[in-house]
């Protein structure tokens, strides 16, 4: 594989439109292979919620019907079963360049901090930290209580990069648009991919 490999993990907190300019942006990436998604069930409660996508009645594997992409662009995401805890990315054997899970929960969070594998999002960041791998988090939650700073604590000084959904102001934002683009590309560059005609402060 000449390009990256990487997994985006959708939990279920608010902010589904960072997943979804997310993997638009990948999935057009010259860095970028293959894009694999994985999505808590609460996960696809806040994309029905946020974003109008209802699993129920769209199939979220066919990636053109919920994400401004070609059919080519969307032939490089791949969903899996978040309850596969059997799939490539369960294991370390598995080349990965980096996961990034965007939004994320607090309960997502948690159980990274603490080791509980219990899903497929949770289990490719538990081997991401033990393979050394690029980890990113875009939790969501405020006010933060001090369980939740602990968690994030620990995550970071694991070296979990953790990426706040906190746009900044300095480049005169003008719509909702520029605001989520502003973090998508901090996840973006913390994953280690370029981010072409992006933010730079001059
Ligand atoms: C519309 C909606 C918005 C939510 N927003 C958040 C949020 O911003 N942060 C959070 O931690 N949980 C949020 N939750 C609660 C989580 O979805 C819930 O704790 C769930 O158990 C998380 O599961 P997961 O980590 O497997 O995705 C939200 C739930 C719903 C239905």
Same mark, same amino acid.
Request: charged share 20%; net charge negative.
């Given at each position: ?70 059919? /080519?662009?969307?032939? &490089? *995401?791949?969903? @899996?079963?978040?309850?596969? #805890?059997?799939?490539? +990315? !369960?294991?370390?054997?598995? $080349? ?53 700073? /602990?968690?994030?604590? &620990? *995550?970071?000084? @694991?070296?979990?990069?953790? #990426?706040?959904?906190? +746009? !900044?102001?300095?480049?005169? $934002? ?29």
């Amino acid at each position: 594989m000449s390009g990256k490999r990487i997994l985006v993990g959708i939990a279920g907190a608010s902010g589904a439109i960072y997943a979804q300019r997310l993997l638009e942006f990948l999935a057009t990436s010259t860095e970028v292979e293959e894009i694999l998604v994985t999505i808590s069930d609460a996960g696809r409660r806040v994309l029905a919620e946020e974003l109008g996508v209802a699993s129920e009645q769209q199939d979220l594997s066919d990636f053109a019907s919920w994400l401004d992409l070609s059919p /080519e662009a969307a032939s &490089r *995401l791949r969903l @899996l079963d978040v309850h596969d #805890v059997g799939a490539g +990315p !369960a294991s370390g054997t598995f $080349p990965l360049d980096a996961v990034a899970i965007v939004p994320c929960s607090m309960r997502t969070l948690a159980a990274v901090a603490h080791g509980l594998a219990d899903n497929l999002i949770a289990r490719a960041a538990d081997v991401a930290i033990k393979e050394g791998r690029r980890l990113v988090f875009c939790p969501r939650e405020t006010p933060l209580s001090a369980i939740h700073l /602990e968690n994030m604590t &620990r *995550l970071a000084r @694991l070296g979990a990069r953790i #990426v706040a959904p906190s +746009p !900044a102001f300095y480049h005169h $934002p003008k719509s909702v648009e520029d605001l989520v683009r502003f973090v998508v590309q901090k996840i973006v560059e913390q994953m280690g991919i370029g981010f072409p005609g992006g933010v730079r402060w001059q």
